[in-house]
């Protein structure tokens, strides 16, 4: 079994913070690339940071330069969203992504693809 699990979701208002966590558990042999999406009401998801196989961050979306902050602890399995000066143009459902490779249950080799966190729901109000 393998799961994400994400925690840190709320309601504020206009100008506050929160902060996001995911934490990967189960058997599995490695993971590998990591990162955030957001789904708003009715759109598509989108990808908001990612990173490589490191706790260094490879992208940020261009709206949240400069007020969000991920950051990757590798050992732990973890990754965090700090979220500041929220707009409410922040909104949705934020999700946890994941690269994972397994041990073949039958048969010799692995499989790698990706995991999704239930989603967290943020909700910023003017």
């Known amino acids: 079994q393998v799961e994400l699990v994400e925690s840190g979701g709320g309601l504020v208002q206009a100008g506050g913070s929160l902060r996001l966590s995911c934490a990967a558990s189960?058997?599995?042999?490695?993971?590998?690339?990591m990162a955030w999406y957001r789904q708003a009401p009715g759109e598509g998801r989108v990808q908001i940071a990612q990173?490589?196989?490191?706790?260094?961050?490879?992208y940020y979306h261009d709206s949240v330069k400069g007020r969000f902050t991920a950051s990757r602890d590798v050992a732990k399995k973890t990754i965090d969203l700090q979220m500041n000066s929220l707009k409410p143009e922040d909104t949705g459902v934020y999700y946890c992504?994941?690269?994972?490779?397994?041990?073949?249950?039958?048969?010799?080799?692995?499989?790698?693809?990706?995991?999704w966190g239930q989603g967290s729901q943020v909700t910023v109000s003017s």
């Open positions: 990173f490589g196989r490191s706790d260094t961050v490879t």
């Open positions: 992504n994941a690269r994972i490779t397994t041990r073949n249950v039958q048969g010799p080799g692995f499989t790698a693809r990706d995991y």
């Open positions: 189960g058997n599995f042999f490695s993971i590998g690339e």
